[in-house]
């Protein structure tokens, strides 16, 4: 074993960096708009229509539930860099770190523009168009 300074410190408690959810920051907003239309499964393959048995439920089976939260976690595991990149040099002046800034600003965006519109081509192809934009032009149908 080594010095007892590192035995500590390998046993001490890290700092935990954990930001609310998502759903709990914009609970007001997501009931008044939610990701797809109330009984209709988020999970893009499936896009099923359900009769939710919580106000909550955003998935008509378990297994719809796992693969859009391991899609979820794949999506998040290419945000996080380009994220994290892009607040480091927000503020920065013109050089190498404003450049790393704008790619990850511009990967962000592409990653997300990109990834709405195939969540929206796989839940078409199931032939029921409820993605959020044609929920909010009103246009939702079966
Ligand atoms: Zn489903």
Redo the contacts with the bound molecule.
């Keep these: 074993m080594g010095m007892q300074g590192q035995v500590l410190c390998a046993n001490a408690p890290a700092a935990h960096f954990d930001a609310e959810p998502f759903h709990v920051i914009a609970e007001s907003e997501l009931a008044a708009q939610p990701l797809v239309a109330v009984g209709v499964?988020?999970?893009p393959?499936?896009?099923?229509q359900?009769v939710p048995s919580r106000p909550w439920q955003r998935?008509?089976?378990a297994?719809?539930r796992k693969r859009d939260e391991a899609e979820f976690r794949r999506i998040g595991q290419k945000a996080a860099p380009a994220l994290l990149a892009w607040q480091m040099g927000r503020y920065a002046r013109p050089g190498p770190l404003a450049d790393l800034s704008r790619v990850g600003r511009n990967y962000y965006s592409r990653l997300a523009a990109d990834w709405l519109r195939d969540r929206r081509a796989r839940s078409s192809q199931n032939g029921r168009v409820v993605d959020i934009k044609s929920f909010q032009d009103g246009k939702a149908t079966e």
């Design positions: 499964c988020l999970d393959f499936c896009s099923a359900f998935y008509c089976s297994a719809c």
